[in-house]
């Protein structure tokens, strides 16, 4: 348990090394404002939190940097949210007020903006299949053996599928489709159409088997689909001094590349409405130099998906969860 002389200097030093990208030395830490403790006392302190595992020593400057459990500390007990700009605050809410249709577009939209704020790269996707019911479901004739199968969730997300048939169907046909698939369907949770629903489809409809067994199988196939992984800013992240390291450049692009880990990091059960993943304190060892910070999209309580930051460990954490929780606190109220 560290005694708020050390927690003060530690919180100097993170703040420091997030502005300048340098070793901070004891010299520094003195003349910041509001410490009043010597430059002796500071340094024995910096010793006492290296030994501690809170700083790390760069051979080659006789500064410290924050470790994964500096950054933990200052990120749970010492974090001072930012006030944003009126301009800030104006651009957020204006991309934010935009009318969408679909899920996609609004988690685009928010990205895009996270990103653009905090200059960092963003992550996202959409809400879990089997958090969702299905509002609608669209069949739409595109010619005489090409049908449009469009299904749409409560949460307004949108998944398509082109279906191809070996034999002719008519607009009759597509409309009986459309009230017995959403008769059985509507309000139901978006999930794999099983036997038992499947032998009754083909019954009520009496269609050729081929037709219904085509269209499940591409219902089927849509509702089991990957989840989209959204990005924005991937290369904003580059201008960081951090990335001058071709190794570390390397090592996140494989991370983007990897998109089963950053779905898993994304859908990792939360604890707190924003979640901080530090370096180290993670067990994947591509995420050992980085920081990712992740919370839920939420439009009136609706799970709409997650969207996370992706950065060095040396990250602007207050002005990034101060811009997230600005976010959340817009998407709460429907954007409003």
Do not use: W
Not at 8 to 28: C, H, K, M, N, W
Not at 79 to 90: G, P, R
Not at 203 to 219: F, G, P, V
Request: aromatic share 8%.
């Amino acid at each position: 348990m560290l005694n708020d002389r050390k927690k003060r200097i530690l919180q100097a030093i993170v703040e420091e090394y997030v502005d300048t990208a340098e070793p901070v030395s004891s010299g520094v830490i003195c003349k910041k404002q509001g410490i009043e403790y010597s430059s002796a006392t500071i340094r024995n302190e910096m010793a006492e939190l290296e030994k501690d595992g809170y700083l790390d020593k760069v051979h080659t400057s006789s500064g410290r940097v924050p470790s994964a459990k500096g950054y933990r500390l200052y990120v749970d007990e010492l974090l001072k949210e930012q006030n944003l700009s009126l301009e800030e605050t104006k651009y957020i809410k204006e991309k934010l007020e935009i009318k969408v249709n679909e899920i996609e577009e609004l988690t685009r939209i928010t990205t895009n903006t996270l990103s653009e704020i905090t200059h960092y790269t963003t992550v996202a996707i959409g809400p879990k299949n089997d958090n969702q019911l299905i509002e609608e479901i669209k069949f739409v004739l595109l010619g005489t053996r090409m049908l449009m199968c469009v299904i749409i969730t409560d949460s307004g997300l949108v998944k398509e599928a082109i279906i191809k048939f070996d034999e002719d169907i008519n607009e009759d046909q597509v409309q009986n489709l459309n009230n017995i698939f959403n008769a059985k369907l509507k309000g139901k949770p978006f999930e794999k159409i099983d036997k038992p629903l499947e032998e009754y489809i083909f019954s009520e409809l009496n269609y050729s088997i081929n037709i219904i067994k085509m269209i499940i199988e591409q219902i089927n196939k849509v509702i089991e689909a990957e989840e989209s992984v959204y990005y924005e800013g991937a290369n904003r992240v580059f201008e960081q001094p951090e990335f001058q390291n071709v190794q570390m450049a390397k090592n996140f692009i494989n991370i983007l590349d990897k998109k089963e880990l950053v779905v898993d990091l994304l859908n990792s059960e939360f604890n707190e409405d924003i979640n901080v993943y530090i370096g180290d304190d993670d067990d994947e060892d591509e995420l050992k130099d980085f920081s990712v910070i992740t919370f839920k999209q939420k439009i009136n309580d609706k799970e709409m998906g997650t969207i996370g930051i992706i950065g060095p460990k040396r990250m602007d954490y207050s002005k990034v969860i101060s811009v997230m929780k600005y976010i959340k606190g817009l998407m709460g109220n429907g954007g409003k």
